[in-house]
C-alpha cells in the first residue's frame, strides 16, 4: 500500500507540473488553452530527439525540452493567441482544439506514429526498498524535481514583482496599462513559462506516460480536471488536485484494474459535489 501511495504521488506530481501552465493561462489570463498538452508533446519530442539522434545526456535535454516548449509558445502567443484575448471562451476552445489537430499531423509526418521510448540514465533506474517501502529512482527523481519547481512558483506568483504585475494585468489591464506596467510582455512571459513547463513535464513524463503523436488528445481530460477539481484560484488547489487525482488513479489501476479510469472519473464528481468551485477557490465561491 505504502508503495502504492509513492507511485500515486510521485504520478500527481508530474500531473500537477503537466497541468499548472494551464492552470495560469486559465485562472490567471482566462484563456482556456486546450491545447496545452502540444507544448508537453512537444518537450517530450525533444528529449527523444537529442537522446537517440545526439547522445544529449537525459539531464541536460530537461531544461532544453523548457526552453524550446517556452519557444515555441513564446511564438504562438505572439502570433496567434493574443488575438483571441478578448475573444469569447467558444472561440478559444475552437481555436485550440485547432492547434492540437495540427501538432498532431505535423509530429504523426515529421516522427511517424509509433510509441517513442526516453532513454533514462543508468542512475535514473531500478528501484531500492526504504522502511518496507519499494520505491523506484525516477519517481523519486520526478517528485524531487517537481516539488522545487511547485515551490518556485509559488513563491514567484506570490511573492515577487512580476506576479504582481501579473495579477494587476489580469484584473484591471488597462489600469496596469495606466500605471506603465507592460502588459502585453507580462503576458507573452507568463504564456511562455507556462508552455516551457509543460515542455518540462513531458520531457519528465514520457517515460511513464508514453509518447505518441495522440498525446495532446489523450491526457487533455487529466489537465482539465487537475485546474477543475483545484480551484483556478491559485496554485495550491492544482497541487492538491493532482496528488488526490494521482494516487486515486493508481490505486484505482492495482486493486480494481477492471474500472480503469473510472476511479479518476468517480473521484472528480465526488470532489466536485463537494466543492464545485475548486478545492481551493476565492470568497463568494469564485
Not at 30 to 44: P, R, S, T, Y
Not at 73 to 93: F, I, N, P, W
Not at 227 to 253: E, R, W
Request: with cysteine; glycine share 12%.
Amino acid at each position: 500500500m505504502l508503495t502504492i501511495l509513492f507511485d500515486g504521488i510521485a504520478y500527481g506530481m508530474l500531473l500537477f507540473i503537466l497541468a499548472c501552465g494551464l492552470s495560469v493561462t486559465l485562472g490567471l489570463m482566462n484563456f482556456v488553452n486546450l491545447a496545452h498538452g502540444a507544448f508537453a508533446m512537444a518537450g517530450g519530442y525533444v528529449t527523444v530527439v537529442l537522446t537517440q539522434r545526439y547522445g544529449v545526456p537525459f539531464l541536460l535535454c530537461l531544461p532544453l525540452a523548457f526552453l524550446a516548449s517556452a519557444a515555441i509558445g513564446a511564438v504562438l502567443e505572439r502570433t496567434l493567441y493574443r488575438r483571441l484575448y478578448g475573444a469569447s471562451h467558444l472561440d478559444q476552445v475552437l481555436f485550440s482544439l485547432g492547434i492540437i489537430f495540427m501538432s498532431i499531423a505535423a509530429v504523426d509526418y515529421l516522427m511517424g506514429s509509433s510509441q517513442q521510448i526516453i532513454l533514462l540514465p543508468d542512475f535514473l533506474r531500478g528501484r531500492f526498498e526504504l522502511g518496507g517501502v519499494q520505491i523506484g529512482v525516477y519517481r523519486l527523481f520526478i517528485i524531487l524535481v517537481c516539488a522545487a519547481l511547485t515551490i518556485a512558483l509559488q513563491w514567484t506568483l506570490s511573492r515577487t514583482r512580476f506576479g504582481s504585475r501579473l495579477r494587476a494585468a489580469v484584473d484591471d489591464g488597462r489600469v496596469a496599462r495606466g500605471l506603465g506596467i507592460p502588459v502585453n510582455l507580462v503576458f507573452s512571459a507568463t504564456f511562455a513559462v507556462g508552455s516551457g513547463l509543460a515542455g518540462l513535464g513531458g520531457a519528465l513524463g514520457g517515460e511513464i506516460l508514453g509518447l505518441d503523436p495522440t498525446f495532446p488528445l489523450k491526457f487533455m481530460i487529466y489537465f482539465l480536471v487537475v485546474v477543475t477539481v483545484g480551484g483556478t484560484s491559485s496554485m495550491t488547489g492544482p497541487f492538491l488536485a493532482a496528488l488526490i487525482l494521482g494516487i486515486a488513479d493508481v490505486a484505482g489501476k492495482y486493486y480494481v484494474p477492471e474500472f480503469g479510469a473510472f476511479t479518476v472519473y468517480a473521484v472528480t464528481v465526488a470532489l466536485l459535489l463537494w466543492r464545485p468551485y475548486g478545492l481551493v477557490s476565492r470568497e463568494g465561491g469564485r
